[in-house]
């Protein structure tokens, strides 16, 4: 935790409101996210939390609220003008091009002008972060294990040359030791100076990556603090978590 609660927030939400049909998912919730800040948001699964990210990423329609990315409202801005922006989303369960390579699949981040005039920079510095990408750049996604595609779809984040990487729950189906990994990895992208939104189910391996945590329940935020606080909270834990 590098204690970044002060900084001026590059993503602003307030009075967030989404859902999908008649439905309404999120009700309400204000979050922000500083320069260079690492901000997870923790909750049960069916909260609202994919909903969250989809909205900023203006895959969902705002339905009222405020969005704003370092000071430019997001709210009627189509997907690609909002990765433009530098908001970069990387989707539960990766959604990679299979039949593609590693590289191919990288490349395809870099498919806006600006990201693509500096692709080998940025392939460079995917390959220190993820070295085993690197190795198997010819091979195909579909060939690669679990936790190298959560690596490929982090890599092909960064390859977009995003301002704030939003992460939905990267340990979702990996073994502890793989997870162990990833988050080592993602602290050190978090090390690079880059802003960070997490969202995850569990509360295991936040404490030392995240500089403020929200939980959120039935698409409310319910509580916003330092990490260090909030999970040494153990009745809040089983309360919102079904934390033991």
Known sequence: MNGATNLAPILQLTGVRSGYGDTEVLHGPSIRVGDGE?????????????????????????????????????????????????????????????????????????????????????????????PRLGERQKQL????????????????????????LMIDEPSLGLAPVIIEELYRRIGEIKASGRSILLVEESAAHVEELADRVYLLES??????????????????????????
């Open 38 to 130: 690492t901000v997870v948001i923790l909750g049960p699964n069916g909260h609202g939390k994919t909903t969250l990210l989809r909205t900023i990423s203006g895959l969902l329609p705002l339905r009222a609220g405020e969005m704003t990315f370092a000071g430019t409202p997001l709210t009627g801005r189509p997907p690609d003008a909002i990765a433009g922006l530098g908001v970069i989303h990387i989707p539960q369960g990766d959604l990679l091009f299979p039949e593609m390579t590693v590289l191919e699949n990288l490349l395809m981040g870099s498919y806006r002008a600006p990201a693509w005039a500096r692709r080998q920079a940025r392939l460079e510095e995917v390959f220190a972060f993820f």
């Open 141 to 164: 996604a579909r060939t690669l294990s679990g936790g190298e595609r959560r690596m490929l779809a982090i890599g092909r984040g960064l390859m977009g040359e995003g301002r704030l």
């Open 219 to 244: 698409g409310h935020v319910v509580r916003e603090g330092q990490p260090n606080e909030l999970l040494a909270d153990d009745a809040l834990l089983r309360t919102y978590l079904g934390v033991d």
